[in-house]
């Protein structure tokens, strides 16, 4: 099938190279030039394992193009994806302008029937919304063209994005039109992996349903990890021993800084607003918010006591991205605390295996560290605060030697803490019990 994909942002760069895995004729649009420049000739603006490759194995093969014009893409493709962003607002609102832009667009450009899909998180009703403008710009063109506008929202994770594309837990389609459900099943119908089909509204609430379900889970995990810590419980069991019962499911039990990422905290903040809108207080995810805005600043005050002040301590901070696998620092929780340990006094050298320039723009105070060795030595404390592979890996008999201090706190809960212990550290994770306690 002829496919377009308007947005080339995380979203849309990786639906158009996951259609395209799927034999589908693919064109990316986008109107920042620069942008779409590099993309033909395979140079990509985000890291996601395995994307790149195959991004240039469809440009070589000639079954992907990108392009600025709009209308171009339009008229080659049966279905268009709007992929572009949906970003807070101060309110926590979804910022629609984007998408609204690319509706009324698609309208000046649709001279036949076409499938608009919503890819993009959008409040409940987007899809009529969307609908009636681009009907709209159509009818000032004095056209009369069937149109149907529908949601297919997307559940990928980075870092593994590539992964949930080949084998989703579902496809959730929402569509009023028969020929656009059949249009649909048709373009998935190589992907194994349940289709679910209802309304376009019942779409759009369970992508927001969902995403802020699991970042419940993650702000219940982290209030009962402070628990424990009060209680030398150790929340990592906790969670396993919780996890094994089916109807809980051990995904999404890990506690730490807090969730960060594009999508969690503006997801929570979008339904939250939604709900207000809609004259509900919905007061769990009041919570969530909290909890989870408030976790960076008790996991400081945690280590401010254990290492007696950070006032002239040298912190290593091991990663910056939000999570592995990804060079993506939007909402991540390292934001919070660089200026936290900077306001307390301490000097952090910070070491992330990609993410680089963005951190050092924003926090010129920080030392940038080119290995996690180099951001080790003479530290007194270690704050590992995104799990990446090699901070696992890491040689522990050699960062006690480099070290000035014996602190490590492990705000992921991932290193070996028995190991660690007999090394000579004193480990603190969240809700552990810790030997630093
Ligand atoms: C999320 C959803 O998982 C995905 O379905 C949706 O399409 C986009 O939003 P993503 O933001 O890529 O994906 O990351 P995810 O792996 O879900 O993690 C989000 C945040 O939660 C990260 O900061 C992560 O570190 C944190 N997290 C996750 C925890 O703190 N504990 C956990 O148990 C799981």
């Known amino acids: 099938m002829k496919i377009a994909v308007i947005g080339t942002g995380y979203v849309g760069i990786t639906t158009a190279a996951s259609l395209g895995e799927l034999g589908h004729q693919v064109i990316g649009v986008d109107i920042d030039r620069e942008k779409i420049s590099k993309l033909s000739k395979g140079i990509l603006p985000i890291y996601e394992p395995g994307v790149e490759e195959l991004i240039q194995e469809q440009l070589r093969d000639k079954t992907l193009f990108f392009t600025t014009d709009i209308s171009e893409a339009v008229k080659e493709s049966e279905i268009i994806f709007i992929a572009v962003g949906t970003p807070s607002l101060p309110n926590g609102q979804p910022n629609m302008t984007y998408v609204e832009d690319v509706a009324k667009e ?64 579902r496809i959730v389609i929402g569509s009023d039109s028969e020929v656009a459900k059949e249009k649909m099943c048709k373009l998935y119908e190589k992907v194994d992996a349940p289709l679910f089909i209802t ?53 999404f039990l890990q506690a730490g800084v807090g969730y960060g990422g594009s999508c969690f905290p503006k997801d929570v903040a979008a339904l939250y607003s939604m709900g207000k809108n809609a004259k509900m207080e919905m007061s769990i995810l009041r919570q969530v918010q909290e909890v989870n805005n408030s976790q960076p600043e008790w996991l400081l005050e945690q280590m401010s006591n254990k290492l007696k002040g ?72 270690i704050l590992l605060c995104t799990e990446w592979k090699e901070f696992l890996y890491l040689d522990w008999l050699k960062v006690k030697e480099e070290m000035k201090g014996q602190h490590v706190f492990d705000a992921r809960n991932v290193l070996p803490q028995k190991e660690l212990e007999s090394y000579g550290f004193l480990y603190w994770g969240v809700g552990r019990n810790s030997s630093a306690n």
């Open 106 to 169: 698609l309208g000046k450009s649709i001279g036949e029937y076409k499938i608009v899909v919503n890819k993009s998180t959008v409040p409940v009703g987007t899809a009529d919304r969307v609908k009636e403008l681009i009907i709209s710009e159509i009818r000032q063109r004095k056209l009369q063209v069937a149109v149907d506008v529908i949601s297919n929202p997307e559940f990928l994770q980075e870092g593994k994005a590539l992964q949930d594309a080949r084998k989703p837990d």
């Open 310 to 381: 950070f006032h002239g301590k040298r912190v290593a901070l091991l990663g910056l991205a939000f999570k592995p696998d990804t060079d993506d620092i939007r909402e991540a929780p390292s934001l919070k605390l660089i200026p936290l340990l900077l306001q307390a006094g301490a000097f952090v050298i910070a070491y992330d295996p990609i993410v680089h320039s963005k951190i050092k723009d924003r926090f010129p105070d920080i030392i940038l560290a080119k290995t996690a060795y180099q951001a080790i030595k003479n530290t007194d404390a």
């Open 199 to 251: 309304t376009p509204r019942n779409a759009e609430m369970i992508k927001y349903a969902s995403n802020a379900f699991l970042a419940t889970k993650i702000s219940y995990i982290n209030e009962i990890a402070k628990l424990c810590d009060l209680l030398r419980v150790d929340v990592t069991d906790v969670a396993k021993g919780m996890g094994l019962d089916k109807r809980i499911g051990p995904h």
